[in-house]
């Protein structure tokens, strides 16, 4: 029941996702933080496979660092978008492929646009103004689809957030439970509560 | 459930007199959920040269990496750009690489090929997944919608269409057959190819 959410607004993105651990039917933590921050302008939010989310989560986040380290500028979001597609592309038809599905929201410091990027466990990449990941995108895109708007101040945004992890919380079988909700602007990465 | 069928999305093309027309939908999804109203498909390969990968989403991305690739390298060594035909040989030949574990793309390719008079001659071509060439006269289809695109291209195309009667005939063609795809349509993209111009147009589709 993993739920991962993400939009952008006016020159932000915000991401969310549960923090709930689960292994088969039992809760195992409430308070996991499955939002990567892999650079100062760059959030990932990861679900999938238990173990290949971690691995992978902190493969990307160690190889962007060294990325910096090296040029002194990091990837912008989407030449990050397309080393981590890459990343998963190139083992998928192997035996140890990474189930890993992911968010990428990031704040273009040199174009001054906020991205967001839909990245499944295949390696499908497309960049949208919102998207999720999960049972919770079921409920949550059609509000998106309604209520979106790329103009939107953060506030609106947190509302129009809020409204989708309520449906979710409403509607789903079993409540996903808490949220950790980051938002990337040019000021950087920072959490918010809501 | 097929892989072929996961993300869904067509792609057409026609032949007209001196241009060619190619078009796909922008649908992306996963099964029956829609994620995306905006994921392009079909990518320049030369000022001449279009192709359209439908299928699998993630081999449209690595596909198109590949192909550009190739084709750069053919530019660089021939010093010379690539033709439609010689195009097409190269895509089959990279799917058939793949003959026992392929990837899930059906291509299809439209174009405008050098004549030795100096003159261009329209050129379409698609193939199956493994690479198998299909060089039609009129148009081909691929992608979920493909069997209903073939009914509305049947009834719609007539040999000789100028630049824009074609554009009207392949829109009109995708968007009619697309509508009764679920797993195609959320808009449309068109581009004719005439010998000094290419004209792009994304056109408005229903979006259910």
Aim: aromatic content about 10%; some cysteine; hydrophobic content about 40%.
């Amino acid at each position: 029941m993993e739920t991962s959410f993400a939009l952008t607004g006016k020159g932000y993105v915000i991401v969310a996702a549960d923090t709930t651990a689960i292994r088969s039917i039992v809760k195992m933590q409430i308070d996991q933080d499955k939002i990567k921050e892999l650079s100062p302008h760059l959030l990932m939010a990861y679900s999938g496979e238990p173990g290949d989310t971690v691995q992978f989560a902190e493969y990307v986040e160690r190889n962007i660092r060294l990325y910096q380290i090296r040029n002194l500028y990091p990837l912008r979001p989407a030449a990050a978008a397309s080393w981590i597609r890459r990343s998963i592309a190139e083992t998928l038809r192997t035996r140890n492929a990474y189930s890993v599905n992911l968010l990428l929201g990031g704040y273009d410091t040199s174009s001054h646009t906020p991205n967001l990027y839909w990245i499944d466990y295949m390696g499908t990449v497309v960049e949208v103004p919102f998207a999720a990941h999960g049972y919770g995108s079921y409920f949550a895109l059609s509000l998106l689809d309604r209520y979106h708007d790329p103009e939107a101040s953060l506030e609106e945004g947190l509302a129009t957030l809020k409204r989708c992890i309520d449906e979710v919380s409403k509607r789903l079988v079993v409540d996903p439970g808490k949220y950790k909700v980051k938002v990337v602007d040019k000021d950087g990465i920072r959490e918010v509560e809501i | 459930m097929s892989i072929m069928e996961y993300n869904g999305g067509s792609v057409i093309a026609m032949v007209g007199k001196d241009c060619v027309a190619i078009a796909s939908d922008l649908r992306l999804g996963s099964q029956a959920l829609g994620i995306s109203s905006n994921f392009q498909r079909i990518f320049p390969v030369t000022d001449r040269v279009y192709v359209g990968l439908p299928g699998l989403a993630t081999d449209v991305t690595t596909l198109r990496e590949r192909f550009r690739y190739r084709v750069n390298m053919y530019t660089i060594k021939e010093e010379r750009e690539i033709e439609p035909e010689t195009f097409a040989h190269l895509v089959s030949s990279t799917l058939y690489q793949h003959r026992f574990g392929p990837y899930f793309i059906e291509p299809v390719m439209a174009g405008l090929s050098k004549t030795p008079s100096g003159g261009f001659k329209p050129f379409i071509a698609a193939t199956d997944l493994i690479g198998c060439l299909n060089f039609a006269k009129d148009f081909v289809v691929a992608g979920t919608a493909s069997a209903k695109l073939f009914g509305v291209a049947e009834g719609l195309w007539e040999p000789d269409l100028e630049a824009e009667d074609l554009f009207e005939t392949i829109s009109q063609t995708l968007l009619n057959a697309v509508d009764r795809d679920a797993y195609s349509g959320w808009g449309a993209i068109v581009h004719v190819i005439t010998k000094d111009k290419i004209i792009t147009r994304t056109l408005k589709g229903r979006m259910d």
